[in-house]
């Protein structure tokens, strides 16, 4: 049996890393694309808080599926998986090697494993849940949820609105938990070769962190959230404002943390990333590994 030929290239790993810097260091040296696997990076305006790669930076190659949503608008794994297998063949045309990277690991799963057929919500079961969570709260939504689908209920937190809402659309509209559907075994949409770039030491992964952010605070990060909350599509509860660092900013801005409080969850929260990140990368075998 032939052995299928590689696609692309994925570089994955925890946030503050050096996925970044790894991919253009690259770039310099061999001709890519790169394709931005991070769930932040598509939304225009957010730029200090997500790290998002400078315009000089950019310029080193082509960069795609960055600034390519407003804040109030969504986009789902489905969408990237889209997109990316639009990509890579076209990169490939253009005699350069598809060099994909990032940090946000569902996307990352859906290239590797592929995604289930699940439904699309329709907006009268998207209505729905909507206005029932407006009326009864998103903590009692989620015991709603784990009466149903305890196996999701329990991965989820209880403000969780996005997960929680979807999970409840599904079922509503199939009578299945969505956790049957990510049982399903899919087929790999695409073949990578996978470097996981893994610091050695959490501790200076954590100090990288931290001081990242305040890098971030200096850059000017709380004025470009003041900005993002005084356009007519801000939403505190939309999947953009649920990035890491934003979240906590718009807590902060809105008067219910005071600027220490605000510093340290940002950093907390952005180091609960990390971990997560790293769990989801040491489930699975890697062509290579960085530190």
Not at 107 to 132: F, H
Request: overall charge neutral.
């Amino acid at each position: 049996m032939t052995e299928r030929k590689p696609d692309a290239v994925m570089i994955i790993g925890p946030t503050a890393s050096g996925k970044s810097a790894l991919s253009l260091e690259i770039a310099r040296r061999i001709p890519v694309e790169i394709i931005s696997m991070d769930s932040a990076l598509v939304y225009r305006g957010m730029d200090i808080g997500t790290a998002k790669p400078t315009l000089e930076e950019r310029s080193v190659c082509p960069h795609h599926l960055i600034d390519i949503r407003d804040i109030g608008e969504s986009y789902s794994a489905a969408e990237f998986l889209e997109d990316t297998l639009r990509l890579v063949p076209e990169i490939r045309a253009r005699g350069r090697v598809p060099l994909i990277v990032g940090g946000t690991m569902l996307y990352a799963k859906a290239l590797r494993d592929g995604l289930n057929d699940m439904p699309s919500s329709t907006p009268e079961v998207r209505a729905e849940v909507a206005e029932e969570a407006a009326r009864i709260g998103w903590p009692a939504m989620h015991a709603e949820l784990a009466r149903v689908d305890p196996v999701t209920a329990q991965r989820l937190a209880p403000n969780d609105s996005q997960r929680i809402g979807r999970a409840l659309e599904v079922f509503r509209m199939t009578g299945r938990p969505i956790s049957s559907f990510h049982k399903e075994k899919t087929e790999s949409p695409l073949s990578c070769v996978t470097v996981g770039v893994l610091p050695e030491n959490r501790k200076e992964l954590h100090a990288r962190i931290e001081a990242r952010f305040d890098t971030m605070l200096r850059d000017g990060f709380l004025d470009e959230v003041r900005a993002l909350m005084k356009r007519p599509d801000f939403d505190p509860d939309s999947p953009a404002m649920r990035a890491v660092g934003y979240r906590q900013a718009v807590d902060f801005l809105s008067g219910r943390c005071d600027a220490s409080a605000f510093r340290w969850a940002g950093i907390a929260a952005t180091r609960q990333l990390a971990k997560r990140q790293i769990t989801w990368m040491r489930g699975w075998s890697l062509d290579f590994v960085s530190n």
